[in-house]
Nanobody, 124 residues
Framework: QVQVVESGGGLVQSGDSLRLSCTTFGRTFSRYAMGWFRQAPGKEREFLAGINYNSDTTKYADSVKGRFTISRDNARNMVYLQMNSLKPEDTAIYYC?????????????????WGQGTQVTVSS
């Protein structure tokens, strides 16, 4: 079975930075797109960023473009989300997801496997 594991969340102040990390087990990591989503209390799951199988295409939500950067290192089986200039409205559970194919999607339905989430809390 495929396992997706993310880490790196925590409690920070407004304006601070965090880097989230994610890895997968049980599939050929380098063949599939990867994405990051978040879900705040009472809100639907929101797409943040995605990257295709070989890092030549990335997509970002307008709300985070210019502040967040997605990257991957296929040799290490890792994908990252660098988050800068964090705001209280960024507070949410952040999820890493593995795509169904190698191309980037922007909807939850485009991803087949999900991590259990890591909490990010930004205080004002």
């Amino acid at each position: 079975q495929v396992q997706v594991v993310e880490s790196g969340g925590g409690l920070v102040q407004s304006g601070d930075s965090l880097r989230l990390s994610c890895t997968t087990f049980g599939r050929t990591f380098s063949r599939y797109a990867m994405g990051w989503f978040r879900q705040a209390p009472g809100k639907e799951r929101e797409f943040l960023a995605g990257i295709n199988y070989n890092s030549d295409t990335t997509k970002y939500a307008d709300s985070v473009k210019g502040r967040f950067t997605i990257s991957r290192d296929n040799a290490r089986n890792m994908v990252y989300l660098q988050m800068n200039s964090l705001k209280p409205e960024d507070t949410a559970i952040y999820y890493c997801a593995a795509g169904r194919l190698g191309w980037v999607g922007v909807d939850s339905k485009d991803y087949a496997y999900w991590g259990q989430g890591t909490q990010v809390t930004v205080s004002s």
